[in-house]
T-cell receptor, first 115, second 109 residues
Framework: DAGVIQSPRHEVTEMGQEVTLRCKPISGHNSLFWYRQTMMRGLELLIYFNNNVPIDDSGMPEDRFSAKMPNASFSTLKIQPSEPRDSAVYFC?????????????FGPGTRLTVL | KNEVEQSPQNLTAQEGEFITINCSYSVGISALHWLQQHPGGGIVSLFMLSSGKKKHGRLIATINIQEKHSSLHITASHPRDSAVYICAVNSNSGYALNFGKGTSLLVTP
């Protein structure tokens, strides 16, 4: 298995532009998580999906952020409009949930820089 | 206050030394995870445990549910162990992980 795939790996954009990050989870996994990592705050959950349905989006910073999972093999995280404070590494992880415990498999991350 | 606290924040050791990284949490959990993040940025799951102890090669993870504490031990440390080690927990109320700030480990030859 190729593992969790994220694209792009690096993105540099200007403030105000729309940014779309993409994730392909491991085949057969039923849950997908979007995390953001910054030096100041470490890793934080943004949103997670179970069986393609958003379960908890309380970590999404504000309305500029949106996430979709149209099918079991694809998810997007969109920021519109982007701001410099959105600069971070965004990780996607997938998991096969069993109860409340789950081993999560992380993608390589997308390093976003907003100028 | 973060629900997951790690110590130390930074750690430097000489090759061959025994290393311990600690993690304390303040909520009821269903599982605790130890993750490794290499300088290139990728994150790898090392252990998921809810009781007792697990061992994989030179790595050992223990958890004490009553004391809300876990430790990650590395025996016979090697420069390739240099990485950030992150403790994370599944709370009893959800699937998402709550993360510690990480421990940056440098093992020198």
């Amino acid at each position: 298995d190729a593992g969790v795939i994220q694209s792009p790996r690096h993105e540099v954009t200007e403030m105000g532009q729309e940014v779309t990050l993409r994730c392909k989870p491991i085949s057969g996994h039923n849950s997908l998580f979007w995390y953001r990592q910054t030096m100041m705050r470490g890793l934080e959950l943004l949103i997670y999906f179970n069986n393609n349905v958003p379960i908890d989006d309380s970590g999404m910073p504000e309305d500029r952020f949106s996430a979709k999972m149209p099918n079991a093999s694809f998810s997007t995280l969109k920021i519109q409009p982007s701001e410099p404070r959105d600069s971070a590494v965004y990780f996607c992880a997938s998991s096969l949930l069993a109860g409340f415990s789950n081993e999560q498999f992380f993608g390589p991350g997308t390093r976003l820089t907003v100028l | 206050k973060n629900e997951v606290e790690q110590s130390p924040q930074n750690l430097t050791a000489q090759e061959g030394e025994f290393i311990t990284i600690n993690c304390s949490y303040s909520v009821g959990i269903s599982a605790l995870h130890w993750l490794q993040q290499h300088p290139g940025g990728g994150i790898v799951s090392l252990f998921m445990l809810s009781s007792g102890k697990k061992k994989h090669g030179r790595l050992i993870a223990t958890i004490n549910i009553q004391e809300k504490h876990s430790s990650l031990h590395i025996t016979a440390s090697h420069p390739r162990d240099s990485a950030v080690y992150i403790c994370a927990v599944n709370s009893n109320s959800g699937y998402a992980l709550n993360f510690g700030k990480g421990t940056s480990l440098l093992v020198t030859p």
